[in-house]
């Protein structure tokens, strides 16, 4: 009996570490940069505009992330990339803030850009090394890793800040983001075949341009661009805190250690769920599970008691739906090669867009018919997503059986004239082949 490198895959909980320094990284961006900027007398608005520009490479990234499938092994990117990126958030902070906050600004950039590689590898080596069976709980602990890793990153750099250096929290910021990526050695990566630079290149662009040749793959691009699994209420949380008389103290435990703590929860249980059954099912259900939280605090009283239980609600079920998104984001990349790290980056990007969209339409509700408005319109969007997806998987659900499933044509199988409209894409081109 032969040995396959499925059977030398790692375990799943390797990815919850590895994944640390890019979560790490990210948690400072979002968390403690605008306390420490705030404490060192930078204005609000510039404060505003400096977490703008540090948050712009994860929208692109998927332009350089072919990076992590080129010279080294993913490994070695992912460690590259987290010494680097700890030096720049440690160079950044270990200048006075104040009088170099140009110097600051720029290397926080730098270092995000640096971080979202390691995001890419980290990607792509859970594509080359976990089957199929292992992928739901890989990436369970890749969103609990990211998520609740870096608020309590960050929050821990926050309770240090008021009584030790800055320097120090420079150096505790740096070693909490190189450190974690040594794990990544313990990831049993295959050997690629060496191939020149020109033949590499033109395999991750044959590879990439496959995923818009094939109807599995289109739709699940489609499935991941929809609201399904958005949670783009909980970005909102902190600013209807006051609509419902919530402490001070309650904003900060949603928003900072408590909410970490749920959306890992949420991500663990979701990566156990998904390799139980079908991914895209359980991305609706977590949808319509998102779609119930808004409703209940939609309708219970404007109270602390109803944000409290309904946003730590919401919280673990969008943990759910973003180990959900990260699961089915792997079953589309399938076996992998070469070209992991870019197809997985790329879905990554189609399915972080609803996150953005979502969040303008869930403001656009609350400017115009406040707290109902917003969660009316993110628990709406929720429920026609959901339903649209249930109603075009269908097929494959009532004939599933218990456990999970490859993403295959029947999988994504859709109504005879939807499928017609599908085929044509096939039918552009002999050269598509399924991923």
């Known amino acids: 009996m032969t040995t396959t490198a499925w059977d030398r895959h790692p375990a799943p909980w390797i990815f919850g570490i590895t994944v640390l320094p890019y979560g790490v990284f990210f948690g400072f961006i979002t968390i403690a940069m605008p306390y420490l900027l705030r404490n060192a007398g930078v204005s609000v608005e510039r404060i505003a505009g400096v977490s703008a520009l540090a948050l712009t490479p994860p929208v692109w990234y998927f332009l350089w992330a072919p990076l992590a499938d080129v010279g080294f092994n993913k490994r070695a990117w992912l460690v590259l990339m987290s010494a680097l990126s700890a030096g720049c958030l440690g160079a950044a902070l270990w200048q006075p803030l104040t009088a170099n906050l140009g110097h600051f600004v720029a290397l926080i950039i730098g270092g995000s850009i640096l971080s979202t590689i390691v995001g890419a590898a980290n990607g792509g080596l859970m594509a080359v090394t976990m089957p199929d069976t292992h992928r739901g709980r890989a990436g369970g602990w890749f969103q609990a890793g990211y998520t609740g890793g870096g608020a309590l990153g960050a929050g821990f750099m926050l309770w240090l800040s008021p009584s030790v250096s800055t320097r120090t929290v420079a150096l505790t910021g740096a070693l909490m983001i190189f450190l974690p990526s040594l794990a990544a050695f313990l990831v049993p990566e295959p050997d690629s075949p060496h191939k020149p630079g020109k033949e590499l290149f033109r395999e991750i662009v044959r ?32 600013g209807i805190a006051l609509d419902y008389h919530a402490s001070v103290n309650t904003v900060v435990w949603i928003s900072g250690f408590g909410g970490g703590m749920f959306t890992a929860l949420g991500s663990l249980a979701g990566g156990w769920i998904c390799d139980r059954m079908s991914r895209r099912l359980a991305y609706a259900l977590g949808a319509l599970l998102s779609a119930i939280c808004a409703i209940g605090m939609l309708l219970g009283p404007l109270s602390a008691a109803t944000f409290a ?4 609600l919401y919280l673990i079920v969008q943990g759910l739906s973003f180990a959900t998104y990260s699961s089915l984001t792997l079953e589309l990349v399938g076996p992998a090669g070469r070209s992991a790290a870019t197809r997985q980056t790329l879905y990554a990007a189609v399915g972080n867009a609803p996150v953005m969209y979502m969040t303008w339409l869930d403001g656009q509700g609350y400017k115009h018919f406040g707290t109902w408005g917003l969660l009316g319109a993110d628990a709406l969007s929720n429920l026609i997503a959901a339903a649209i997806v249930l109603l075009l ?6 004939v599933s059986t218990p456990g999970v499933r490859t993403a295959t044509a029947e999988e994504f199988r859709l109504d005879p004239a939807t499928e017609t409209a599908m085929d044509c894409v096939d039918d552009a081109t002999s050269a598509s082949h399924e991923l």
């Open 207 to 238: 590879d990439v341009g496959a995923i818009f040749k094939s109807r599995t793959n289109l739709a699940g691009l489609a499935i991941l661009g929809c609201p399904l699994g958005a949670a783009a209420a909980a970005n909102l949380f902190s």
């Open 309 to 312: 239980l309904g946003a730590s």
């Open 393 to 398: 998987i269908r097929r494959a659900i009532l």
